[in-house]
């Protein structure tokens, strides 16, 4: 595998040329958990983690209640690495991944649009009609 750097401030990130930024980012979160990681991730549950998740979706709501684009990217950023760090958690515990969560939510979406991905002669006129 090739790996390529790029630097960030002070800090090189190392990417895989092959991945995509979803699968840097969960071999970056892999990568801290493991035995020779940073130790403050490795000690890590989701009960720990479940502060820093409301922290980071208050701090998403306020970008969106300014309406401040230029820092929504970021605590998207945020929110998304909380849901990697779980994820990962949850595979070290043979429960499931990162990749099976995008997959339910996948399944979720396009069984609630029908209308969209099922049958052509579904018509949703209003909001108020798509499936919850």
């Known amino acids: 595998m ?12 190392l990417t895989f040329d092959s991945l995509s930024a979803i699968e840097d980012l969960i071999h970056t979160v892999s990568r801290l958990r493991a035995p020779d990681g940073c130790p403050w991730d490795k000690e890590q549950t989701h009960q720990s ?3 820093c998740l409301i922290d980071e979706c208050s701090e998403l709501l306020e970008t969106i209640d ?9 605590e998207l950023g945020d ?9 990962q958690m949850a595979n070290e515990d043979g429960h499931f991944d990162f990749e099976d969560v995008a997959h339910d939510i996948n399944e979720k979406l ?20 798509v499936l919850k």
Do not use: N, Y
Request: glycine share 4%.
């Open 2 to 13: 090739v790996f390529a750097t790029r630097d960030i401030s002070r800090f090189t990130l």
């Open 49 to 51: 983690l479940a502060q």
């Open 66 to 74: 300014l309406d401040d684009k230029e820092h929504m990217r970021e």
């Open 79 to 87: 929110v998304l690495c909380q849901v990697v760090m779980h994820a």
């Open 110 to 129: 396009v069984r609630r649009h029908p209308h969209v991905f099922g049958e052509v002669d579904a018509q949703v006129d209003s909001s108020g009609k």
